[in-house]
């Protein structure tokens, strides 16, 4: 029965995924072409997780976490990272200078990541659990998000349709270095909280 849980659920999320993707894609309140620039990443993670799941099926910790980053990519494609409007309601009622929704995209482009470098590192790499694989998997995930910033740079050089919503500095000069900063936080929260759980996930999929 558990064994048919943990194969069931990944589908159900994919599909779920999939769905809403669909969705957001209907009549997104951004244009198209910055939902499709904001919405890409989970269109290659679809795909990816499609073609590899026979040969490597992820945990449920990660299929669970890539689902909730996944929905938080399609919310900002589909509103544009300055425009959620519960974060605008936030930023009015806190007397914020901006919409902060795309920090929480950005801690969460860490948090997410890290788990998957680590399963991929554990999984495939002679690394073992301790310092290195910490050190590593942090590394892989802020180089992750300096390489998200260089494409974000590339896309305003080569098209000035959408640039400034793709960007979404909203006028704020360390928008970049700050983004990075809180991949590294969300990288590191995950690791120092999650680790153990996931330990506990491998171990699962190692006996199925």
Known sequence: ???????SEP????ATVLLLLILSGID?????????LETSPVMIGLVLLTLTWQRFPLTLLLCRLLAIHAVILMIGGYYTYAEVP????????????RNHYDRVGHFVQGFVPAILAR????RRSPLQRGRWLFFISLSICLAFSAFYELIEWWVALLSDQAAEAFL????????????MFLALIGASTSLLLLSSAHDRQLAKLDTD
């Open 168 to 179: 979404g500095t909203q006028g704020d000069p360390w928008d970049t270095q700050t983004d």
């Open 119 to 122: 399963e991929i590192l554990l």
């Open 28 to 36: 997104p309140v951004a244009d198209r072409y910055t939902w499709f």
């Open 1 to 7: 029965m558990e064994r048919n849980l943990r194969l």
């Open 86 to 97: 519960l974060f605008n309601w936030l930023q009015e009622a806190l007397d914020l200078s």
């Open 11 to 14: 589908i159900w999320l994919a």
